[in-house]
């Protein structure tokens, strides 16, 4: 008999536009010739509910039925946009309320279909098909339920409660100690990630049309997608020049107030339809429409060369991080694809991670904490299910093989390639490092109208934020007592306060290199460029940098002596150089 493996199962993850909108597009999904409307009226990415107009001789909408939400055949509109299937939970006149939040912003006539259940997907359509690093094993976030026994009066109970209530659900997993192999997972604890072009120059390009383009958007609709060539494979950048964020100033065009550079992004084409170009990825950003053509670096959409591009990726905190969904796919040992047993979750949130290094290892990542907001699968059918015979939280959904997955081709970032800069000097006897971010997540759970079975978290809000990293240390040569090179002991003792002017705080520098174009910097505090210490971090409110909270100096057999020292920080920045454009 067939078994399902281990070794024939894969994590991949996705961006998503609002909390719990996975993004996969369903442009060819087969269509039932039944139930079928527009929808009244626009919505939003997020949105849980729809109102239909139904069509001409049209069957009302009902439970389960799997509906695609995509793109009209309205000649008055585009016809080329993105889709969605979502799993009706309840009717309400003409209101749908839906199984997980929408992927995509979809105007007002946008065509509503009843899908068969027989779905054709191209390569594009999956979008949920990055790889955080090398894994070895994921808890995955399936459904944990909550019973409440109830106790009634009674003489036949004999003490023992009389029935069960089902409560909340909660849906919570991590993912440790994966080896990284690029920046792409980094982001996500800490907030935004702006692409920057560092080498070579974006070409004359063009403009969004004055309508602009949303997050999470695939298609954008371009002023002239003819005279600059935007054909597939072309990639492109968006909002995208050579200055480096963060940027106040006002990009050239009919919009003066537009803040340049801080929200580029990098894309491919996929086809391109008239002025109506598809883009392999859904967008991270809002782009406002209607900018004149200027000079390179400062087009809206701006060709870039296929080769010889270097990209720094600056990732900003953010106050509101972004969501991720998650695809866990298993083939059994058979390779018999009708078995294959595949999962979506949506709106996860990871609330804490750590970086971290050991001497002669490679650089990992853990997330260590991610709530999401529900579950989607795809064992329809269960013998025991009396409604429809349709299992809960199951829907139609794409299949993500391994030809589907965007493996990455770099080697790891090893421990050898790393360097430490503590006080503005480069320490040499670092044997690890532990970096950490908790964002105090809370998945709330409101008083509200709940359908189906998904009584999961309504909202997952972030807290305050709190950074800290372990690092040991080897102590460096030894010097005259009354010399005045800074030392860890000396710092230690000075409780980051300098004399004058309050507590100060040191500066950190991180950098693991493979090349002098391939490498990530971390730095704290967020305002630290890397040069010399000088009289550490500035003082005052939002301000202060790194600070020795334990640095203690005992005896052990280690030779030389080493320090296991606690650090807070107040905030860091991440800048990741390489070769690859995209990042989600």
């Given at each position: 008999m067939a078994v399902l493996r281990s070794d024939q199962a894969q994590l991949t993850f996705g961006s998503e536009a609002a909390p719990g909108g996975y993004a996969m597009n369903f442009p060819s999904a087969g269509l039932s010739g039944g139930e079928h409307g527009i929808l009244a009226g626009a919505v939003n990415a997020g949105d849980t509910k729809i109102i239909v107009t139904l069509g001409s001789g049209s069957s009302a909408f009902a439970i389960n039925d799997d509906v695609r939400i995509g793109p009209t055949v309205n000649a008055a509109v585009a016809t080329d946009a993105e889709a969605e299937v979502r799993r009706v939970v309840y009717v309400e006149g003409t209101t749908l309320f839906l199984d997980a939040p929408l992927a995509f912003y979809h105007i007002s006539q946008t065509d509503v279909d009843k899908c068969s259940g027989t779905l054709v997907?191209?390569?594009?359509?999956?979008?949920?098909?990055?790889?955080?690093?090398?894994?070895?094993?994921?808890?995955?976030?399936?459904?944990?339920?909550?019973?409440?026994?109830?106790?009634?009066?009674?003489?036949?109970?004999?003490?023992?409660?009389?029935?069960?209530?089902?409560?909340?659900?909660?849906?919570?997993?991590?993912?440790?100690?994966?080896?990284?192999?690029?920046?792409?997972?980094?982001?996500?604890?800490?907030?935004?990630?702006?692409?920057?072009?560092?080498?070579?120059?974006?070409?004359?390009?063009?403009?969004?049309?004055?309508?602009?383009?949303?997050?999470?958007?695939?298609?954008?609709?371009?002023?002239?997608?003819?005279?600059?060539?935007?054909?597939?494979?072309?990639?492109?950048?968006?909002?995208?020049?050579?200055?480096?964020?963060?940027?106040?100033?006002?990009?050239?065009?009919?919009?003066?107030?537009?803040?340049?550079?801080?929200v580029g992004e990098v894309r491919t084409v996929v086809s391109k339809t008239g002025n109506i170009v598809r883009l392999d990825y859904p967008l991270s950003f809002d782009h406002i429409g209607g900018l004149t053509t200027g000079t390179a670096s400062t087009q809206q959409v701006s060709k870039i060369a296929a080769s010889g591009i270097v990209y720094t990726h600056h990732i900003f905190e953010t106050v509101d991080l972004d969501t991720v969904s998650w695809h866990v796919h298993m083939r059994d040992s058979s390779e018999t694809a009708a078995n294959d047993f595949d999962r979506t979750y949506f709106g996860g949130l990871i609330g804490s991670a750590s970086i971290a290094a050991d001497e002669g290892g490679m650089l990992n990542m853990s997330w260590d904490g991610v709530n999401f907001l529900g579950m989607k699968h795809n064992q329809l059918a269960g013998d025991r299910i009396t409604s429809a015979n349709v299992t809960p939280h199951a829907g139609l959904m794409h299949k993500i093989t391994s030809t589907d997955v965007d493996f990455p081709t770099s080697n790891p970032y090893f421990f050898?390639?790393?360097?430490?800069?503590?006080?503005?000097?480069?320490?040499?006897?670092?044997?690890?490092?532990?970096?950490?971010?908790?964002?105090?997540?809370?998945?709330?759970?409101?008083?509200?109208?709940?359908?189906?079975?998904?009584?999961?978290?309504?909202?997952?809000?972030?807290?305050?934020?709190?950074?800290?990293?372990?690092?040991?240390?080897?102590?460096?040569?030894?010097?005259?007592?009354?010399?005045?090179?800074?030392?860890?002991?000396?710092?230690?003792?000075?409780?980051?306060?300098?004399?004058?002017?309050?507590?100060?705080?040191?500066?950190?520098?991180?950098?693991?290199?493979?090349?002098?174009?391939?490498?990530?910097?971390?730095?704290?505090?967020?305002?630290?460029?890397?040069?010399?210490?000088?009289?550490?971090?500035?003082?005052?409110?939002?301000?202060?940098?790194?600070?020795?909270?334990?640095?203690?100096?005992?005896?052990?057999?280690?030779?030389?002596?080493?320090?296991?020292?606690?650090?807070?920080?107040?905030?860091?920045?991440?800048?990741?150089?390489?070769?690859?454009?995209?990042y989600p």
């Open positions: 997907t191209n390569a594009a359509d999956i979008t949920i098909d990055q790889v955080p690093g090398v894994y070895d094993t994921v808890d995955v976030p399936d459904m944990a339920p909550t019973f409440e026994p109830r106790y009634f009066l009674g003489t036949q109970s004999k003490r023992n409660f009389f029935t069960v209530l089902k409560g909340q659900q909660a849906f919570t997993g991590s993912v440790g100690g994966f080896v990284l192999l690029n920046g792409k997972a980094l982001r996500y604890p800490f907030g935004k990630s702006v692409t920057q072009v560092s080498t070579g120059t974006p070409a004359a390009g063009t403009a969004i049309v004055a309508a602009g383009a949303k997050k999470g958007d695939i298609f954008i609709t371009v002023s002239d997608a003819t005279t600059n060539a935007l054909n597939a494979g072309q990639i492109i950048g968006i909002d995208v020049g050579t200055a480096t964020p963060p940027n106040t100033g006002a990009i050239v065009g009919t919009n003066a107030a537009r803040v340049y550079p801080d050898s390639q790393g360097s430490v800069k503590l006080f503005g000097v480069e320490v040499a006897r670092v044997r690890n490092f532990n970096l950490t971010v908790a964002n105090g997540e809370e998945p709330r759970y409101y008083i509200q109208r709940r359908h189906g079975e998904g009584r999961g978290p309504t909202e997952i809000r972030e807290q305050r934020r709190e950074y800290s990293m372990a690092v040991t240390l080897a102590l460096p040569d030894t010097q005259a007592s009354t010399a005045t090179a800074t030392t860890l002991f000396k710092e230690f003792m000075s409780e980051a306060d300098y004399g004058g002017d309050g507590i100060r705080g040191f500066n950190i520098e991180l950098v693991f290199a493979r090349t002098a174009t391939d490498k990530i910097t971390i730095r704290i505090p967020d305002d630290y460029d890397g040069s010399a210490e000088g009289g550490g971090a500035a003082t005052g409110g939002n301000e202060i940098g790194a600070i020795l909270r334990s640095a203690s100096h005992s005896i052990t057999g280690d030779n030389p002596v080493q320090v296991d020292a606690d650090i807070l920080f107040r905030n860091l920045k991440i800048e990741v150089m390489d070769a690859i454009g995209y």
